[in-house]
Antibody
Framework: QVQLQESGPGLVKPSETLSLTCAVSGYSISSGYYWGWIRQPPGKGLEWIGS???????YYNPSLKSRVTISVDTSKNQFSLKLSSVTAADTAVYYCARDRRGAWFDPWGQGTLVTVSS | QSVLTQPPSVSAAPGQKVTISCSGSSSNIGNNYVSWYQQLPGTAPKLLIYENNKRPSGIPDRFSGSKSGTSATLGITGLQTGDEADYYC?????????????FGGGTKLTVL
């Protein structure tokens, strides 16, 4: 059974960089699929951030691309998100999920709330 | 403003059937697979339907998906109170050169 678990600081200051990691268990990242990040501001809908393949190939949401870096560590079976120059608008629950190259996401991690505030 | 348009809310009585629409364009739904997600209160989204009309293992056949042209529909029969949730459609959008994954704004289902 594939499981994903997000981890990282729950509070980030404005203008700083948000960093999260997603640990995958029950499946080897190197076996295939893309691995993605999706966020959900409080009370709002879903927004895809970007995804990565085990080879390191990435694709990003064009509206966030200039601030996003997604990387993968196959030795630890995890992938990470960095979002720079954050503002209050980046406050959201951040989810990681297995990504069938944009066609569908399954399963999802439980999500982690990141608040941007001084 | 979401690229995919869903009704903000729908409601029906227990045991009844409900449909949730997802409207897009030729750059997204018209030429790509649609997926549907259920988000129960306080939990992560869960895949309900993929590739327009396929159900992952463990999803009951009360849930169905269809696509026609630039619109997709999620159907739920035999409504249960446990079906109260937010439902999202998603697909690939190729209107920009790089492409993008897009979701609908979500539909809140109330089982009266």
């Amino acid at each position: 059974q594939v499981q994903l678990q997000e981890s990282g600081p729950g509070l980030v200051k404005p203008s700083e960089t948000l960093s999260l990691t997603c640990a995958v268990s029950g499946y080897s990242i190197s076996s295939g699929y893309y691995w993605g990040w999706i966020r959900q501001p409080p009370g709002k809908g879903l927004e895809w951030i970007g995804s990565i393949y085990h080879s390191g190939s990435t694709y990003y949401n064009p509206s966030l691309k200039s601030r996003v870096t997604i990387s993968v560590d196959t030795s630890k079976n995890q992938f990470s998100l960095k979002l720079s120059s954050v503002t209050a608008a980046d406050t959201a629950v951040y989810y990681c999920a297995r990504d069938r190259r944009g066609a569908w996401f399954d399963p999802w991690g439980q999500g982690t709330l990141v608040t941007v505030s001084s | 403003q979401s690229v995919l348009t869903q009704p903000p809310s729908v409601s029906a009585a227990p045991g009844q059937k409900v449909t949730i629409s997802c409207s897009g364009s030729s750059s997204n739904i018209g030429n790509n697979y649609v997926s549907w997600y259920q988000q129960l209160p306080g939990t992560a989204p869960k895949l309900l339907i993929y590739e327009n009309n396929k159900r992952p293992s463990g999803i009951p056949d009360r849930f169905s998906g269809s696509k026609s042209g630039t619109s997709a529909t999620l159907g739920i029969t035999g409504l249960q109170t446990g079906d109260e949730a937010d439902y999202y459609c998603g697909t690939w959008d190729s209107s920009l050169s790089a492409g993008n994954v897009v979701f609908g704004g979500g539909t809140k289902l109330t089982v009266l």
